[in-house]
């Protein structure tokens, strides 16, 4: 297929969509589209080179790959080595562990089915993640692999009704997840889903079949695709049911933008900054998450000052040139050498995935128990119970909750140990394994994955509260889903005249991550440790319930004076994240709070 000026045009404003979204929604919400434009363009153009090359009798399958892992594998593979080395270096714990595991995925283009169970493309918790963006690659090798099958298998003469047929019943799939299932993070980064907007680019390819369209339909073409591309960017965002129907208009908008190969719109796409931009998309598309994902990271920020946006943009497009010139240019011209910018990078990727963790440990050094829960993970998003405090004691005390729960277990032990009681406990992320939340509330709060999995929990939770005198519940924010109120209440009706319930209050939460800002767990007064604590008063319902039955009780761990110099205590690290203490900071809540916690177990009958 003959170059097109006006296609790397295309790809410049759909590169600019997702650099300007992923440094700031606000600016352009649903910039997201940027990724479907690109999926069009590759249907287009890959599906007019098969066909072109099935009518002269030149296709083989053989060079069709070769030439896919020429342009996609080594520039991909080397940003991968660098995430990886930048990860080792910069990540801090358990973000170590979970750069390991995606790197494996990255690397075998597995990518999108790991994100899609997670809880959104949109939420903070994947804004720091440097690998998000391979999901997009991922679909787009294995569409690579399924397209020529279907191109050279089918008659030509049904290629456009099957083609139509498939789109028609995989977009219905995709409004299905999203309107009805309520699975959008799913359907989001879904191979299915997402195969219809490759398909409008392979219809538009055999419909054209090489011939243009007349000239003045160019010109209203090219400012009705453009018109709807950036009414697209500006009014979408992370509130529109996306991909779905919803997807269509840009992918319209695209192809519009393709149909008109002449007229203003055209010769605008075809300017040299938008054409040299739309040359390095594919590297820019590569190493721009990377960089803001790393710099979210570090630093532990969401929006960016002015003066950090502008080098995030000037490095994103040096690197990419870079990239574009000695790894991109180099590997497809040397068809000799190519197999090198796959073995050779794959070869220290797997090399660099096994030590990681081991390098991370030698430049940090920040031992686990400040990192993350080590106490009671047997029992945590698992059906096994397990037991702490004193375990010559028998047990009388459950302790069940989402992560905040988890984080209190070393907050017991201790003091199981030091007053002689020990206490059971099972523990879920996001949810309590209780009875009562709702899966449409689960859907809404996010983390679906998480309450999915906290249900298997229950049966087992339910007969560990029947077998206990005191429960103790404890989450971080007991309005996290509206039908907790109702859960935790239904919990209480159900409990016996000798059976007690205690619900913790949440401790201070911060604005930022301080294991992030201070990379260290004793206090750097260099650094500027200017944390916003945030008290989380008790919510009135939970007053409520406490005041109105009486073996339901609120211990208020809140205002204690460790939180005086938050997130430190003598100078020492309390917290493994914003809203999570750690073991230290969990056994120095003990120690101050020992005799509120001891007078209400010992008030107890």
């Known amino acids: 297929m003959e170059y097109r000026k006006d296609i790397q045009g295309l790809r410049a404003l759909a590169v600019i969509f997702v650099l300007v979204f992923h440094i700031n929604p606000l600016w352009l919400p649903g910039g997201f589209i940027g990724v479907d434009v690109f999926f069009v363009i590759s249907g287009f153009l890959v599906s007019s080179i098969i066909l072109k090359k099935l009518e002269a009798g030149t296709f083989t399958f053989t060079d069709f790959y070769t030439g896919r892992l020429k342009r996609i594998v080594p520039a991909y593979y080397f940003m991968l080595l660098f995430t990886c080395i930048a990860g080792a270096m910069l990540l801090i714990g358990d973000n170590v562990t979970t750069l390991k595991r995606e790197l494996a995925h990255a690397m075998l283009f597995n990518s999108n089915y790991v994100y899609a169970q997670q809880d959104s493309y949109f939420g903070m918790s994947v804004q720091q993640d440097p690998l998000l963006h391979t999901w997009t690659i991922a679909i787009e090798m294995k569409v690579y692999l399924l397209l020529p099958l279907l191109l050279f298998w089918v008659k030509r003469k049904l290629l456009v009704p099957v083609i139509t047929c498939v789109s028609i019943l995989l977009l219905l799939y995709g409004t299905y997840l999203i309107e009805i299932d309520n699975a959008s993070a799913q359907a989001y980064y879904a191979l299915l889903v997402r195969i219809p907007e490759f398909c409008v680019g392979v219809l538009l390819a055999l419909l054209l ?115 574009y010139t000695f790894v991109e240019r180099f590997f497809m011209k040397k068809t000799a050498a190519f197999w090198y910018g796959i073995i050779a990078p794959g070869m220290v990727l797997t090399a660099l995935y096994f030590c990681m963790p081991a390098l991370n440990k030698r430049i940090l050094n920040i031992p686990q128990e400040y990192t993350g829960p080590v106490i009671g993970l047997p029992s945590n998003n698992s059906v096994f119970v397990e037991t702490f405090g004193d375990k010559s004691k028998h047990p009388q005390i459950f302790l069940t909750g989402n992560s905040h729960a988890l984080s209190m277990k070393p907050y017991l032990d201790y003091l199981g140990r030091k007053r002689h009681f020990s206490f059971r406990t099972l523990t879920s992320y996001s949810y309590p394994p209780i009875e009562g939340i709702t899966r449409k509330d689960a859907l809404q709060g996010g983390r679906y994955v998480d309450y999915i999995e906290s249900l298997p929990l229950i049966p087992v939770a339910n007969k560990e509260i029947e077998n ?15 039908t907790l109120c109702t859960a935790i209440k239904s919990t209480a009706l159900k409990l016996r005249k000798d059976q007690h319930l205690i619900l913790l209050t949440p401790f201070p939460v911060l604005d930022k991550n301080p294991l992030h800002v201070n990379r260290s767990i004793v206090k750097d007064y260099d650094k500027a440790q200017d944390y916003k604590v945030i008290y989380r008063k008790p919510t009135p319902w939970i007053r409520q319930l406490a005041a109105t039955m009486p073996n339901v009780h609120l211990l208020d761990l809140e205002k204690n004076s460790i939180f005086n110099d938050a997130p430190f205590y003598n100078d020492t690290l309390m917290y493994y994240d914003k809203v999570h203490l750690n073991h230290y900071g969990a056994e120095v809540l003990a120690k101050h709070t020992e005799k509120q916690l001891m007078d209400l177990l010992d008030a107890l009958p």
């Open 468 to 482: 206990a005198k005191i429960i103790i519940i404890a989450v971080n924010d007991w309005d996290v889903v509206p």
């Open 209 to 323: 079949k090489g011939r243009g369209i007349s000239g003045r339909f160019k010109t209203y073409s090219g400012i009705c695709g453009l018109a709807i591309l950036f009414l697209c960017a500006f009014l979408f965002s992370h509130e529109t049911h996306f991909p779905g129907l919803a997807a269509l208009l840009p992918c319209i908008g695209a192809v519009l933008l393709l149909l008109a190969n002449d007229g203003p719109v055209h010769k605008l796409l075809c300017t040299k900054p938008l054409e040299f931009t739309g040359t390095l998309s594919y590297s820019l598309y590569l190493w721009h998450w990377p960089i803001i994902a790393f710099v979210r990271y570090y630093y532990d920020v969401n929006e960016f000052p002015v003066i950090q946006t502008l080098l995030i943009v000037v490095a994103t497009f040096a690197v990419a040139w870079v990239s």
